[in-house]
T-cell receptor
Framework: GQQLNQSPQSMFIQEGEDVSMNCTSS?????WLWYKQDPGEGPVLLIA?????ELTSNGRLTAQFGITRKDSFLNISASIPSDVGIYFC???????????FGTGTRLQVFP | DAGVIQSPRHEVTEMGQEVTLRCKPI?????LFWYRQTMMRGLELLIY????????DSGMPEDRFSAKMPNASFSTLKIQPSEPRDSAVYFC?????????????FGEGSRLTVL
């Protein structure tokens, strides 16, 4: 199935460090979303973005909707052990209901 | 409010057997999606319903897969006959339509292992 390209594929960082990950596509999206998945659970919505250039925060998380509409970024500041998990971007094109998911970024945080 | 409820959480079956996965969406949500997650292919949309009507089933792998939504509070995904390559985690998600801005809430998934 079609997927968005996410990078990096995995990250191993120390507690307290900041994290950046991104998601790119060859086509334009109207909505960008970021989800987090814990082991054995379903993805949980973190941040939703609806306008090109939009910058939205949720606690220590900040995400941006790229101006070209073909990418999005997620930053996590001052990481803590509970940030461990897989982060997925997801995009929706104009006038569709389908949500296409990225390949995921696996985050490990060491104390 | 209760979230999306899926059952069973885990199923182990033998090749050739029929598998039925069940989903109860969040009350008041009128769109329901079935996704499959594997290491190789990530999260793939199989089919989605709007107001109990199947809208797009282009992601359903083949005729062995079928999905129904007889009412607003229940959906099933059936695999018959099952094959080892069907082993995956199957997620159900629901959404309350608010124009195009309603977002997906996922269940905890059904982990299927076909031997």
């Amino acid at each position: 199935g079609q997927q968005l390209n996410q990078s990096p594929q995995s990250m191993f960082i120390q507690e307290g460090e900041d994290v950046s990950m991104n998601c790119t596509s060859s086509s334009i999206f109207n909505t960008w979303l970021w989800y987090k998945q814990d082991p054995g659970e379903g993805p949980v919505l973190l941040i939703a973005l609806y306008k090109a250039g939009e910058l939205t925060s949720n606690g220590r998380l900040t995400a941006q909707f790229g101006i070209t509409r073909k990418d999005s970024f997620l930053n996590i500041s001052a990481s803590i052990p509970s940030d461990v998990g897989i982060y997925f971007c997801a995009g929706r094109r104009y006038n569709t209901d389908k949500l296409i998911f990225g390949t995921g970024t696996r985050l490990q945080v060491f104390p | 409010d209760a979230g999306v409820i899926q059952s069973p959480r885990h199923e182990v079956t033998e090749m050739g057997q029929e598998v039925t996965l069940r989903c109860k969406p969040i009350s008041g949500h009128n769109s329901l999606f079935w996704y499959r997650q594997t290491m190789m292919r990530g999260l793939e949309l199989l089919i989605y319903f709007n107001n109990n009507v199947p809208i797009d089933d282009s992601g359903m792998p083949e005729d062995r897969f079928s999905a129904k939504m007889p009412n607003a509070s229940f959906s099933t995904l059936k695999i018959q006959p099952s094959e080892p390559r069907d082993s995956a985690v199957y997620f159900c998600a629901s959404r309350r339509d608010r124009g195009r801005t309603g977002e997906l809430f996922f269940g905890e998934g059904s982990r299927l292992t076909v031997l």
